[in-house]
C-alpha cells in the first residue's frame, strides 16, 4: 500500500504469498459453477486414468498367457509403471488449472488436513473421483470382454502371496507418502513463484514419483496409493479377496497422506514454528512494560 514502510512487514520481501487457509465450509461456493466444473474434472480424469492404468494391466496379462515362454510379451511391471506415471503427468498437466488435478482421494484428504480445500470441496471430489474409477474399470471391462477381464483379475488391487498384511499396509504408506509429498514440493507457492517459467515442472515429477513408487510396490500391493482406483475395479471385478483386503487400500494411502501433509507444512515450511512465533510476539506485544 501507498505510504506504507516495507519495515513494516518482512514478509513484504519475499517474492511469493501463501494463500490463506481455506475455510471448512464455505457455503457462498457451492452456488459457484467453478466447484461443479472442477467435480467433473475430477471425475473425468479418474475415469481416464484407471480406464488407461487397468486396459494395460489386463492387456500385459493377456499378451503374456497368450505368448506363454516369451519374455517381451505385454508391457511388463516397467510397462505398467510408465502407464501410471505417464497417464497422471498428463492428467494433472491437463486439470490442475481447473481442480488442483487431485485425481486421488488421498491427495484430496492430504489437502483437506492442509486446509488448501473445503470440506465440502474434498467431499464431492471424492465422490466424484469413486465414481470415475467405477466407470474408467467398466470401460476396461467393455473394451478387453467380460471373460479376459474376469480371467486376469480385472486389474483390482490385492495382497500378493509371501506378504503379510503389516507390508501391504507399510507399502501403501510409504508409496502415498512419496506421492502427497511430492504433490505439496511441487505446489509449493515459493517453488511455483521461482519456476513459474517451466509450466510442466508440477506435474512432471508428481508422473515420476507415481512412476517409481508403482515399480517399487506393484510386486507387494499391485500398488494402491490411490483408494478410488482400487475401489473401482474392486467393484467392478467383485473378487472376494479384492474386497477383503480393500481397507488396506484407503487406511494406506489416508495414513501416508496425513504423514507427508504433517512433513511438509510442520517440518519443512515450519508452520508450527511460525505459529509459535506469531503467538509469541503478540504475547510480548500486548504484555505490560
Known amino acids: 500500500m501507498a505510504g506504507s514502510s516495507?519495515?513494516?512487514?518482512?514478509?513484504n520481501n519475499k517474492d511469493y504469498h501463501d494463500p490463506?487457509?481455506?475455510?471448512?465450509?464455505?457455503?457462498?461456493?457451492?452456488?459457484?459453477w467453478s466447484l461443479y466444473r472442477a467435480v467433473i474434472?475430477?471425475?473425468?480424469?479418474?475415469?481416464?486414468l484407471v480406464c488407461i492404468t487397468v486396459a494395460t494391466v489386463i492387456g500385459h496379462k493377456r499378451q503374456s498367457a497368450e505368448g506363454a515362454?516369451?519374455?517381451?510379451?505385454?508391457?511388463?511391471?516397467?510397462?505398467?509403471?510408465?502407464?501410471?506415471?505417464?497417464?497422471?503427468?498428463?492428467?494433472?498437466y491437463c486439470t490442475a488449472?481447473?481442480?488442483?488435478?487431485?485425481?486421488?482421494p488421498a491427495v484430496t484428504f492430504g489437502m483437506l488436513l492442509a486446509r488448501r480445500v473445503s470440506l465440502p470441496r474434498?467431499?464431492?471430489?471424492?465422490?466424484?473421483?469413486?465414481?470415475?474409477?467405477?466407470?474408467?474399470?467398466?470401460?476396461?471391462?467393455?473394451?478387453?470382454?467380460?471373460?479376459?477381464?474376469e480371467r486376469h483379475g480385472g486389474g483390482a488391487n490385492e495382497l500378493a502371496a509371501g506378504y503379510s498384511a503389516g507390508a501391504g499396509l507399510a507399502a501403501e504408506m510409504v508409496g502415498t507418502f512419496v506421492l502427497v509429498y511430492t504433490v505439496f514440493s511441487a505446489t509449493d507457492p515459493k517453488r511455483k513463484a521461482r519456476d513459474s517459467h517451466v509450466p510442466v515442472l508440477a506435474p512432471l515429477p508428481i508422473g515420476l514419483a507415481v512412476l517409481v513408487v508403482h515399480l517399487a510396490t506393484i510386486p507387494i500391493t499391485g500398488t494402491g496409493i490411490n483408494p478410488a482406483r482400487s475401489l473401482g475395479p474392486a467393484v467392478v471385478y467383485n473378487g472376494s479377496k479384492a474386497w477383503s483386503e480393500?481397507?488396506?487400500?484407503?487406511?494406506?494411502?489416508f495414513a501416508g497422506a496425513a504423514a507427508a501433509m504433517l512433513y511438509h507444512q510442520y517440518i519443512l515450511r515450519g508452520a508450527a514454528a511460525k505459529a509459535f512465533a506469531s503467538s509469541y510476539l503478540a504475547h510480548m506485544h500486548h504484555a505490560p512494560s
Not at 43 to 48: C, G, I, S, V
Not at 72 to 84: D, E, K, M, P, R
Open 69 to 92: 515362454g516369451d519374455s517381451c510379451a505385454g508391457a511388463g511391471v516397467l510397462g505398467i509403471a510408465w502407464a501410471f506415471g505417464g497417464i497422471i503427468f498428463v492428467l494433472v
Open 6 to 11: 516495507s519495515n513494516d512487514n518482512p514478509n
Open 20 to 32: 490463506p487457509p481455506a475455510p471448512l465450509v464455505d457455503a457462498g461456493e457451492l452456488g459457484k
Open 246 to 253: 480393500q481397507w488396506m487400500f484407503w487406511v494406506g494411502p
Open 122 to 149: 474434498a467431499a464431492l471430489y471424492m465422490i466424484a473421483q469413486c465414481l470415475g474409477a467405477m466407470c474408467g474399470a467398466g470401460l476396461a471391462r467393455a473394451l478387453h470382454g467380460g471373460r479376459q477381464y
Open 41 to 48: 474434472a475430477e471425475f473425468t480424469a479418474t475415469l481416464l
Open 97 to 104: 488449472g481447473i481442480s488442483g488435478g487431485h485425481i486421488n
